[in-house]
């Protein structure tokens, strides 16, 4: 009796828990990867003021690539590129097509001058981001949206939506 009264209060307690845990590993995986690209964002704004050159963050068909894809949709990897030699690269690990990254810069690219400042298109940024999120919707906030806007500071703004 004992036994069954021990696993019928196993069974409940891990009914509730595990949907609360899958809710915070697919946050983390989001939260995560957005660091990363903040992360390669200011790699590239630092290394452009030290190099003094111009330093690229844009989409790419893997980590260790050399050149930027211009027409991803959804980022498979990120490269920081000064011109084609490259400085550090991350995959994206989409999850089985539930993690997405897709950005509203031209061509999928930000590029910092000497002077730290983020351009796209040959324009300042300024309300184009680098948007990460997850069709996971049990979650508080699924959306990430990375701005490097005036002045190539970086701000992350938390949403909850669809992806």
């Given at each position: 009796?004992?036994?069954?009264?021990?696993?019928?209060?196993?069974?409940?307690?891990?009914?509730?828990?595990?949907?609360?845990?899958?809710g915070v590993i697919n946050s983390?995986?989001?939260?995560?990867?957005?660091?990363?690209?903040?992360?390669?964002?200011?790699?590239?704004?630092?290394?452009?003021?030290?190099?003094?050159?111009?330093?690229?963050?844009?989409?790419?068909?893997?980590?260790?690539?050399?050149?930027?894809?211009?027409?991803?949709?959804?980022?498979?990897?990120?490269?920081?590129?000064?011109?084609?030699?490259?400085?550090?690269?991350?995959?994206?690990?989409?999850?089985?097509?539930?993690?997405?990254?897709?950005?509203?810069?031209?061509?999928?690219t930000a590029t910092y001058s000497?002077?730290?400042?983020?351009?796209?298109?040959?324009?300042?940024?300024?309300?184009?981001?680098?948007?990460?999120?997850?069709?996971?919707?049990?979650?508080?906030?699924?959306?990430?949206?990375?701005?490097?806007?005036?002045?190539?500071?970086?701000?992350?703004?938390?949403?909850?939506?669809?992806?």
């Open positions: 009796m004992e036994l069954m009264l021990t696993l019928v209060i196993a069974a409940t307690l891990m009914g509730v828990a595990v949907p609360a845990f899958r983390n995986r989001v939260l995560t990867q957005s660091n990363d690209i903040v992360a390669a964002l200011n790699l590239a704004r630092s290394e452009a003021i030290t190099r003094n050159a111009t330093i690229t963050v844009c989409a790419a068909d893997n980590a260790t690539s050399t050149s930027c894809n211009i027409t991803a949709t959804n980022w498979p990897a990120w490269v920081v590129l000064n011109g084609s030699t490259l400085i550090r690269g991350g995959e994206i690990n989409n999850y089985s097509s539930t993690l997405k990254v897709f950005a509203g810069l031209a061509s999928n000497s002077d730290g400042l983020a351009r796209t298109g040959g324009a300042l940024i300024n309300a184009e981001a680098i948007t990460v999120c997850t069709t996971f919707s049990k979650i508080d906030k699924n959306i990430y949206t990375i701005s490097p806007g005036g002045g190539s500071r970086i701000s992350t703004v938390t949403t909850k939506g669809t992806c």
